[in-house]
């Protein structure tokens, strides 16, 4: 019997069919779902999720990332960042004396090792010192190992003067991601941030300083301000604030703690 022209082709095309229905079933996952090679090959994800913000940060790891004491008591602390230096950092230490007060001092390790007698003075006063990165890098864009460098190289440097490596760290600008916090929670130590800024690295004059610091003050604060600056930075009205702030305060019926007597961890 004779074939039509067209029949051979029909053919071909119904086996290429059959062929490819049965590559697809061998192909289909649990569920029958077809997984294409394509899509493989592509690598396609499910979307990432962004990075915590630092209050999602301080919400989930609550007993490490500190923003202010216990708000049940009328006490505070005072915070100087970025120290030591030989001009600022002196002039805070003065005021802090005279006013009979004690804070804690976040400092900066290639400043310790170039201001060491300075680095001396504050501990020999009875503050409280915390670790601030070796050279105030910004700690989320740093790698793992860089990270945990800028504070081991500091532990070590701080632990020359106090004798002890310290509990308490305090990121530059505060900036601290999601595996660095967990490390540092790791070594059961504390990251701590502020919930008063004093902005007083804009340089601002004493009076400005005071106003700053007064208007965000409740039971438990953590006020942040700075004992050393770079170039141009003016920090004269941040020693020129101590005393009245101290003085204020206390009239408030506040009282004066370093980090670990405000948090507890004596």
């Known amino acids: 019997m004779s074939m039509k022209p067209g029949k051979p082709i029909a053919i071909l095309l119904l086996v290429l069919v059959l062929l490819g229905c049965g590559a697809m079933q061998e192909e289909a996952g649990e569920g029958g779902q ?11 994800r499910q979307p990432v999720a962004p990075p915590l913000t630092l209050a999602e940060l301080g919400r989930k790891y609550p007993e490490t990332f500190i923003f202010h004491g216990p708000q049940n008591v ?8 970025d120290a030591p230096d030989d001009t600022f950092t002196p002039m805070v230490l003065d005021a802090l004396k005279e006013a009979g007060v004690q804070a804690t001092f976040f400092v ?34 740093l790698s793992e190992a860089a990270f ?9 440097l701080i632990r020359q003067y106090t004798g002890y490596i310290p509990s308490y ?24 941030n ?24 409740k039971p438990g604060a953590i006020i942040l301000q700075h004992s050393g600056g770079g170039v141009g930075a003016d920090l004269r009205g941040t020693a ?6 101290v ?18 961890d004596f």
């Open 34 to 44: 077809v997984m294409s090679g394509a899509s493989e090959a592509e690598g396609i």
């Open 240 to 245: 020129e604030a101590i005393p009245i702030v």
């Open 108 to 141: 900066v390790g290639e400043r310790v090792e170039k201001y060491p007698d300075v680095m001396r003075r504050i501990v020999q006063e009875g503050h409280v010192v915390g670790n601030h990165s070796y050279n105030h890098a910004n700690l989320p864009t």
């Open 194 to 217: 502020w919930n008063v800024d004093s902005l007083d690295w804009r340089n601002l004059p004493r009076d400005e300083v005071v106003a700053n610091i007064l208007a965000g003050v």
């Open 169 to 192: 760290i305090r990121p530059p600008y505060g900036n601290i991601n999601e595996p660095q916090l967990q490390w540092i929670a790791s070594q059961k130590r504390k990251v701590v």
């Open 148 to 156: 945990r460098s800028q504070i081991t190289r500091t532990d070590e």
């Open 74 to 81: 009328r006490a505070v602390a005072l915070t100087f960042d």
């Open 247 to 264: 003085s204020q305060l206390k009239e408030q019926g506040y009282r004066f703690e370093t980090i670990p007597r405000l948090l507890g």
